[in-house]
Every structure is written in structure tokens, then in C-alpha cells.
């Protein structure tokens, strides 16, 4: 089923030495008694951050009926083990655009993630790093650049938004900033066209700049830990773009307003075949629903597609992407890397990814989950997690390796038909 062999390393860096191995977190045993999968860092991680920090992080589009359907669609996918094929416990290290990785799983960008936990950003960055798995850092993000580069440099990726005023000035600086800073690959997003608002983000009290009112001061109050944290780090910012705000030493909220005038607007295939032809390495399109769209991605030399709706969170009403990504395997996986997010939660979720022709699966809210239960300890356990979970699951269907997930015996009944 699904026996094709999508690979494409164009601009890559040359696959290096054979990595580490993946080396577990000694308290793993520990950590899972309390932290068993990723819905028990969900449950608890409100527990230990402030109302408004976890509703930021955890919320859909509309009602979230998205994220809802993402999940749905996931949990059925369902598979017929073949036995006697795997003796021990499958391996999960995989090549993405050129480059090994100790498994097909990766952090996905996200815009204020130290809203959730001061300094989440570099936590997520240190602990891809510790188990070489890719890290992207989002353009409105909460660490520059160069710390992202400097703390994960092996596994670090970059993810842009349109900005086009003045002919794209800030977004060309800022691909040529992570360019310089070695980031492997970009990741352009392409589903943002405009902002939509998130009625639990709203209710919050961040609908729009960030004014914390008094009821958000009592939450914050009331998270000691999560105020250390605070101190430490200062408040949230948009680390990287803040420095073209065009004055020293900008506030937050004069950095959000600079964004939201900056970015926005949808790109044009002629803007995206500009990118590509900036960026000297691997560059993903992000937010691709339509196979249409991925034929045409990589008729412009795009190296991946990045499948996603974006986990739920622009309009509840777009059509979960695991669903849409048979249409898209079959219609550019032999040229193109393909990525998925939008409702992982673990290991089996990544499976079934892979069994739909993914060549690696990413993570949004879980990492938020795990940050806001375990604090900066959080991303190291759920990489563990997904590996583990990862590796029971593929050794439990029959699995010898990421890539047989597709030749499985599975139904998906959701699949799109375009
Ligand atoms: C708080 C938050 C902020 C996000 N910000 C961005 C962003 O700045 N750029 C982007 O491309 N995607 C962004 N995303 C979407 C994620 O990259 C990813 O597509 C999504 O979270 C995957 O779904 P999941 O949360 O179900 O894992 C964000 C997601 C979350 C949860």
C-alpha cells in the first residue's frame, strides 16, 4: 500500500556522520508515571500556567470544531498487524532534505510561545537539539534568530510570513538573516492570508494588544512558578522582528503593531518563485490543503510540502490535512519531502502519518501542553514520548522502518478525493 520513496535534497546540506544514539532522558520511567502521553500534559499544564496563557496556546478557530475533526480523523486511521516481519524494535532515524535525523518528528513554528511559558522557544530549541529532531523557529516567535541558531544548530529551521511592503523588504532581510545563521530549512506559510481571531483567545484578553488586565494579573499571580519564569525572561516579545520596528529598544505592543502592519496578504506563486529564488537551501510551503497546489509548489522548485491547517486555528471549517494527504503523496510525493501537522498527539499518530506517505510528522499545541505542565523540562519528555510511542506502534503493526509504515495493511476512510 503506498509504496513510494518521496525524497528530494535539492540545496541540501551533505548527510552527515551516523548521529547519536537517540539518547532517552534518564527519569524517562519517571516522567511517564506522571506524564504517561500527551492528553496528561494537557490536562495538567493549566495547573501550573496562567488562564489566559493556556487558552493562547490550546485554542481553535471558532469553536474548535477543527481541532476536534483533526483529532477524529487521526484516531481513524486504523491498522491490520502483520506478524512475524520484526524481531526487535524498529530504528526511526530518517534523511530530510539531505540531513539525518533521529526520527521523522519536528517542533512545529509557533508565534508566541513564551506567552505559554516564558522562554518556551529556547526550551523547545534545547531539547530538539539534545535529540536531533528538526526545531522551526515562527518569524514572530519568542527567541532572535541566532539564539535559536546558537542553542539547536544541528536541527534548526526557519518559518516566514508574507511581508510584502517595500517590495518584500523585511521578509527578504529576515530569510537572509537565517540563512547566515544556518538554518537548514525555510518554511514559507502560506495559510495566513489574514488574521482571524480565536474566540477563547479573545475571552482571554488577548484579542488584541497585550494589555493584561486585572483579572490577568490575579492569574499570573496565582502561577509562582510561571512569574519566575517571567522575571527571567521578561515579558513576551517577538524577539527576531522587533529589531526592525525602526527604533531601539521597541515595547511589545509597538512590535505587534509593526507585525500587524507588516505582514499579511496572500502570497503569489510569482512571490513564492522570488523566495525560492533567495533561498540558497531547502524551502517548504507550509499550510497546502490541495494537491493542485503541491503540483504547483514543486513545479517552482519547492522542496516540500508542508501539509497542515494549521492545527485548527485559522477556520474551524477546513477539511482535516491528514486527510488531504493521500491526494498529495500521490500527486508530488516521488519529487517532493513531505511534512504533516495539524492534531499529532503521539507516536501512533506519527505512524499513521508515515503510513499515509509523510516522510515526517510536526507538533504545535502538544509541545505548548508539555512546556505549560513540565515547564522548561516539558519538550525533552514529549520527544521521548513520540519516539517511544513512535517505535512501539511501528513495532507492533510490523513495521521495520519509518518509511514500510506505507506498506502496512491500514484504512483511512476519511481520505479526500479531489
Ligand atoms: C500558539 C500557536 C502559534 C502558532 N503560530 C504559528 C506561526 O507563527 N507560524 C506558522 O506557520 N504556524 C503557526 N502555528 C501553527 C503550527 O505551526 C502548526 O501548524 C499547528 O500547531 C499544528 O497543529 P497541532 O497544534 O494540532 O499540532 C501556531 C500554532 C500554535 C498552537
Redesign the pocket.
Given at each position: 500500500m503506498h509504496a513510494m520513496t518521496p525524497k528530494t535534497t535539492s540545496g541540501a546540506a551533505a548527510a552527515g556522520a551516523p548521529l547519536d544514539a537517540y539518547a532517552q532522558h534518564p527519569d524517562y520511567k519517571k516522567r511517564h508515571m506522571r506524564f504517561p502521553t500527551s492528553a496528561f500534559l494537557r490536562r495538567a499544564a493549566p495547573k501550573h500556567i496562567p488562564f489566559f496563557s493556556f487558552e493562547?496556546?490550546?485554542?481553535g478557530a471558532g469553536a474548535d470544531v477543527g481541532?476536534r475533526d483533526?483529532?477524529a480523523a487521526f484516531d481513524n486511521i486504523k491498522f491490520v498487524p502483520k506478524y512475524g516481519l520484526v524481531a526487535t524494535i524498529p530504528p526511526v532515524e530518517v534523511e530530510l532534505f539531505g540531513r539525518r535525523y533521529s526520527a521523522p518528528i519536528g517542533v512545529?513554528?509557533?508565534?508566541?510561545?513564551s506567552?505559554?511559558w516564558p522562554g518556551a522557544d529556547l526550551a523547545m530549541a534545547r531539547a530538539a537539539q539534545q535529540a536531533r529532531v528538526p526545531y522551526?523557529l515562527?518569524?514572530?516567535?519568542g527567541a532572535t534568530i541566532e539564539e535559536a541558531a546558537r542553542v539547536a544548530p544541528d536541527v534548526f529551521w526557519f518559518?516566514a510570513?508574507r511581508c510584502a511592503q517595500n517590495d518584500h523588504e523585511l521578509g527578504f532581510k529576515v530569510i537572509k538573516r537565517a540563512q547566515d545563521a544556518g538554518a537548514h530549512v525555510l518554511?514559507l506559510?502560506v495559510?495566513?492570508p489574514f488574521r482571524t481571531t480565536r474566540s477563547r483567545e479573545s475571552y482571554a484578553g488577548l484579542g488584541g494588544e497585550f494589555k493584561p488586565t486585572p483579572r490577568m494579573i490575579g492569574e499570573m499571580l496565582a502561577r509562582p512558578r510561571w512569574l519566575l519564569g517571567l522575571l527571567r525572561n521578561g515579558y513576551p516579545r517577538f524577539a527576531t522582528i522587533r529589531s526592525y520596528v525602526g527604533k531601539p529598544n521597541p515595547s511589545t505592543n509597538e512590535t505587534i503593531r509593526f507585525a500587524r502592519q507588516q505582514m499579511g496578504g496572500a502570497f503569489t506563486w510569482d512571490e513564492i518563485a522570488r523566495y525560492r529564488d533567495k533561498w540558497k537551501g531547502p524551502m517548504a510551503l507550509?499550510?497546502i490543503l490541495h494537491p493542485g497546489d503541491a503540483e504547483k509548489a514543486v513545479a517552482l522548485g519547492v522542496d516540500g510540502i508542508?501539509v497542515?491547517?494549521?492545527?485548527?486555528?485559522q477556520i474551524e471549517a477546513l477539511a482535516p490535512?491528514i486527510d488531504c494527504l493521500p491526494a498529495i503523496v500521490a500527486a508530488v510525493g516521488k519529487k517532493a519531502t513531505i511534512l504533516l501537522?495539524?492534531?499529532?498527539?503521539s507516536g501512533q499518530d506519527v505512524m499513521r502519518a508515515l503510513a499515509l506517505g509523510a516522510d515526517a510528522a510536526?507538533?504545535?499545541?502538544?509541545?505548548?501542553w508539555s512546556v505549560g505542565a513540565m515547564g522548561d523540562d516539558g519538550p525533552s519528555h514529549l520527544i521521548d514520548l513520540y519516539i517511544e510511542e513512535l517505535r512501539a506502534s511501528l513495532g507492533q503493526v510490523g513495521a521495520k522502518s519509518p518509511a514500510d509504515a506505507r506498506n502496512m495493511e491500514f484504512s483511512h476512510p476519511g481520505a479526500w478525493q479531489f
Open positions: 493562547y496556546g490550546d485554542t481541532i483533526n483529532w512545529a513554528p509557533m508565534g508566541g510561545p506567552i505559554v522551526t515562527g518569524m514572530v516567535g518559518q510570513y518554511a506559510t495559510d495566513v507550509k499550510g508542508w497542515s491547517n494549521h492545527g485548527g486555528r490535512s501537522d495539524s492534531g499529532i498527539r510536526f507538533a504545535g499545541k502538544s509541545f505548548l
